[in-house]
């Protein structure tokens, strides 16, 4: 069983930045695809980075986050800058056993952590 708690969300202004962290116990997450999603009111989750060998990043917001882990830390970041309002979402952790960037290729998510960009 993979637990993953996210932190680090906020309520920040329009191009500002957030880091959020993703901490995972029960498995190393060397071994493990990690992605970040996020769902906004009344949206679907939508996928925003993914991690392994490779990286995935969504066109929305390419250029502007970056993913990355700290394999010794089992914890993963996702580095936000130039945010925007449409960035406004509850944001997710996960891991998988196979590179996608489809949100049930994911077992295991955290709890969210809610970012809200004000204008």
């Known amino acids: 069983q993979v637990q993953l708690v996210e932190s680090g969300g906020g309520l920040v202004q329009a191009g500002g930045s957030l880091r959020l962290s993703c901490a995972a116990s029960?498995?190393?997450?060397?071994?493990?695809?990690m992605g970040w999603f996020r769902q906004a009111p009344g949206k679907e989750r939508e996928f925003v980075a993914a991690?392994?060998?490779?990286?995935a990043y969504a066109d929305s917001i390419k250029g502007r986050f970056a993913i990355s882990r700290d394999n010794a830390k089992n914890t993963v970041y996702l580095q936000m800058n130039s945010l925007k309002p449409e960035d406004t979402a509850v944001y997710f952790c996960?891991?998988?056993?196979?590179?996608?960037?489809?949100?049930?290729?994911?077992?295991?998510w955290g709890q969210g952590t809610q970012v809200t960009v004000s204008s």
């Open positions: 996960a891991a998988g056993r196979q590179w996608a960037t489809e949100v049930t290729a994911y077992s295991y």
């Open positions: 029960g498995r190393t997450l060397s071994n493990s695809v």
């Open positions: 991690i392994a060998w490779r990286y």
